[in-house]
């Protein structure tokens, strides 16, 4: 089992950055795929970005390709996500989750296939 808890989230101008970041207890972090998802109210809960156990394999939602940057140091046990130029439309609640069973690529984008979810940490971007 592992339990995650995020930090880093914010008020921020748009064009602004933060960087998110996901701390996880346990010692089988390298085990799970790790991936970023975010609520904004009144909306699903939707797919950021997701990265492999080994950090090789990375996967975007289409409006953070270019802007978001998912990166893990399993030695820390810690996933990040760097956000730049944020945008209005990025404001939303971020959570990170884990998952053992990540079989394919579009498996990663799948709130569904995710075992283990953190409380989620607030990112808010003015116009």
């Known amino acids: 089992q592992v339990q995650l808890v995020e930090s880093g989230g914010g008020l921020v101008q748009a064009g602004g950055s933060l960087r998110l970041s996901c701390a996880a207890s346990?010692?089988?972090?390298?085990?799970?795929?790790m991936g970023w998802f975010r609520q904004a109210p009144g909306k699903e809960r939707e797919f950021v970005a997701g990265?492999?156990?080994?950090?090789?394999?990375?996967y975007y939602a289409d409006s953070a390709k270019g802007r978001f940057t998912i990166s893990r140091d399993n030695a820390k046990n810690t996933v990040y996500l760097q956000m730049d130029s944020l945008k209005p439309e990025d404001t939303a609640v971020y959570y990170c989750?884990?998952?053992?069973?990540?079989?394919?690529?579009?498996?990663?984008?799948?709130?569904?296939?995710?075992?283990?979810w953190g409380p989620g940490t607030q990112v808010t971007v003015s116009s």
């Open positions: 990265i492999s156990w080994s950090g090789v394999r990375k």
């Open positions: 989750a884990a998952a053992l069973t990540i079989i394919n690529g579009h498996d990663y984008y799948e709130p569904n296939k995710y075992d283990y």
């Open positions: 346990g010692r089988t972090f390298a085990s799970y795929v």
